[in-house]
């Protein structure tokens, strides 16, 4: 059998709010912690482009304001799915 280490700390309720939430969704949260840890050593963001979207949804429910409008450059030899994402970041009216 494997040794176990175990290590805690604590959180601010309010200003770890997001990482107490994210921690609450995840099914095993000592691996996820695990994950997210290496991810950050790795220097892997993780971010996609749906979540990009999603924060910019939030922000713009947040913050109640009409969008901006800023045209969408496409050009040749993209990489594959650059097309397609340009067009979902032009839906966003930013």
């Known amino acids: 059998m494997m040794g176990r280490t175990t290590r805690s700390f604590s959180f601010d309720n309010a200003r770890d709010a997001d990482l107490l939430a994210w921690l609450d969704d995840q099914e095993n949260a000592s691996q996820a912690v695990r994950d997210a840890l290496r991810a950050a050593m790795a220097g ?51």
Do not use: C, F, H, M
Request: glycine share 12%; proline share 6%.
């Open 44 to 94: 892997v963001t993780g971010v996609t482009l749906d979540e990009v979207y999603e924060a910019v949804r939030a922000l713009e429910q947040k913050i109640g304001t009409a969008p901006l409008a800023l045209p969408v450059e496409r050009g040749e030899g993209d990489a594959p799915g650059t097309s397609a994402a340009a067009e979902n970041l032009s839906r966003l009216g930013l």
